[in-house]
């Protein structure tokens, strides 16, 4: 079992927040590059179709300014392909994407979609890409990406996320079981969706998974490691700005 558990960081939760105002912060390349420079492994971001967080200008300086490797999730549609062999991301994950969704629900089809898949996965591999598709942990999906020729499966934890007692336990076993058809398979494999500090340790746990890719729980738990300070800073640029103020008056 290899010591080390790859970590990517999710960076696309920067970016809502940015663009939930319109302006230019807080800058998602920031966050990526403080994700680094904190042990992340990587920098995962996902262009959607609807660009409602991550937008092109982000993937374009990620994907040159940040020292880590760059995972691009993607929906497989010739914009995104055309999108992705233009900034040559160390990893292409393949994702569904549904406009209405709030987050990506479920995995990918790949066993009923090789038809749509196999041209895909079969540029961003010309391209030297390293394609990942993400999957339920169900040995169909994972033949399939055998049968793609893709190198890497994602297993989708959402489900196991949002469960709780014995369901949770039956879906970290399908997730157990599905790592390790996987890597019988010859498939390297990661996991993701849904990890917060409660319900990673599991899934960290599983000798196969060589790669946790994490997002909305840290980007949401970092308002809690830093508002504190950040309020203090602004109550002290208030106060030193009043007393220059009145320094000032009344020299
Ligand atoms: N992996 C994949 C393929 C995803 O689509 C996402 C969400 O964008 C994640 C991991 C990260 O999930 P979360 O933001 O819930 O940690």
Do not use: W
Not at 104 to 127: F, S
Not at 186 to 203: M, R, S, W, Y
């Amino acid at each position: 079992m290899a010591k080390y558990q790859r970590l990517g960081v999710n960076i696309d939760h920067v970016a809502t927040i940015r663009n939930a105002r319109g302006g230019l912060y807080p800058d998602p390349v920031r966050a990526a590059k403080m994700a680094v420079a904190a042990g992340a492994d990587g920098i995962t971001a996902h262009l959607r179709e609807d660009r409602r967080h991550i937008r092109d200008e982000d993937i374009h300086a990620l994907s040159r300014e940040i020292s880590q490797p760059l995972n691009l999730e993607m929906a497989a549609t010739d914009e995104m392909l055309t999108i992705a062999l233009r900034h040559s991301p160390h990893a292409a994950c393949i994702v569904p994407e549904k406009r209405e969704e709030r987050t990506t629900e479920g995995g990918l089809d790949a066993a009923g979609g090789l038809k749509q898949l196999t041209p895909v996965v079969e540029r961003l591999r010309a391209a030297d890409i390293r394609v990942s598709l993400f999957v339920e942990a169900d040995p169909r999906q994972l033949d399939a990406a055998v049968t793609l020729g893709a190198p890497v499966v994602e297993l989708h934890t959402g489900r196991y996320a949002e469960l709780v007692g014995q369901a949770q336990q039956d879906e970290l076993d399908r997730i157990i079981d599905g790592a390790a058809y996987a890597a019988q398979i010859g498939l390297e494999c990661h996991a993701g969706h849904g990890l917060t500090f409660d319900n990673v340790g599991p899934i960290a746990a599983i000798e196969s998974v060589a790669e946790l890719n994490i997002g909305h729980f840290l980007i949401g738990e970092a308002i809690f490691g830093g508002l504190d300070s950040m309020i203090k800073r602004m109550r002290a640029l208030m106060d030193n700005a009043r007393a220059n103020a009145l320094g000032a008056r009344s020299a």
